[in-house]
């Protein structure tokens, strides 16, 4: 059994709170470096986290010789470029979502990996949630039956509570979010979507592009899955706040499960049944998924989400969003 040892590069909101702190909570693994453009900010947050090794240079972090695994945080932009070099050196990476800006550059990460002795997983978190972990539970259980619908809603107004909040505003910038809040926030939900249903079938969408010619404002989707599972699911980013919704409701031929992405409740309805779930996220909300991270690369457990998948979720945003 060897350390995980770290190094992150883009220390900046979600490394913060979310993920940062979880790397030196989890046995066999350590944070030794942290790698930020600006030398003041990277300098704060390896004293404030304990950091030994900090730096402004990416390649001095992918080049050091204890970091066996990098931690890719940065915005979707530069995804690509740092995965591909941490991999032709043969380093483990957990590269955040949306994992790249195209589908194209997903299939390059993905060709690399094969190349490559180190191991890949993507961020999408939420698989490893309790609320979530219990709602596949539920599906795996027959709770409600055979599944027959899946319907999403999500509608925001432009101050969105549920948007990461950071100092640039860069998830309107589709150079370097590659869509808007659409790829923001969709991956996690579609990624659950797969995690729950299995492989998509066919998928088709539209999307408004209203504030910015490359950011979708409104997306409205359909999914058919291999298992007959139909989907819709719509996206709203400029509404009014009366219209304020986020829910998932999944239906069956015996009731319905009902969910937020961003809540800690689970409501389970049928003829003899209506519970109300409860949950509690931990304080850094990405360690679950970390720790089966960890796990994948110590070669203890599979992928908890592998390039594959994340490929495939590029390749649905893609499609939903019209663009494809």
Known sequence: MKVIRWGIIGCGDVA???????????????????????????????????VPYWTDNADDLLNH???????????????????????????????????????????????AVKQSKGKLSVAHYRRKLPAFVKVKELIDANSIGEILIVDIQI????????????????RLDPKVS???????????QIDLMYHYFGAFKSIAGFSTLVTNEMIEDTVNG???????????????????????????????????????????CVVLKTKTRNDVLKFSNPKHIQEP????VVSYFNGESENPCSVK????????????SGRQ
Request: glycine content about 8%.
């Open 65 to 111: 010789k204890d970091i066996n695994s990098i931690y890719v945080a940065t915005p979707p932009s530069t995804h690509l470029s740092y995965a591909l070099k941490a991999l032709s050196l043969d380093k483990n990476v957990y590269l955040e979502k949306p994992m790249t800006l195209t589908s194209v550059e997903a299939k390059m990460i993905g060709e």
């Open 155 to 170: 509608l925001q107004p432009k101050k969105s509570k549920i948007v990461a909040q950071s100092e640039e505003n860069w």
């Open 16 to 50: 913060e709170v979310k993920s940062g702190p979880a790397f030196n909570r989890i046995e066999n693994s350590e944070l030794i470096g942290v790698m930020r453009r600006n030398r003041a900010k990277v300098e704060d947050f390896a004293k404030r986290h304990n």
């Open 178 to 188: 590659g869509g808007g809040l659409f790829y923001d926030l969709a991956p996690h």
């Open 289 to 292: 998924m970390i720790a089966s």
């Open 222 to 264: 359909i999914i058919e899955f291999n298992n007959g599972v139909q989907f819709r699911g719509v996206w709203n980013f400029n509404g009014s706040e009366v219209n304020n919704k986020e829910e998932c409701i999944i239906y069956g031929t015996n009731g319905n499960i009902n969910f937020s992405f961003y809540g800690e």
């Open 309 to 320: 998948e994340g490929i495939i979720v590029m390749k649905a945003l893609e499609k939903l």
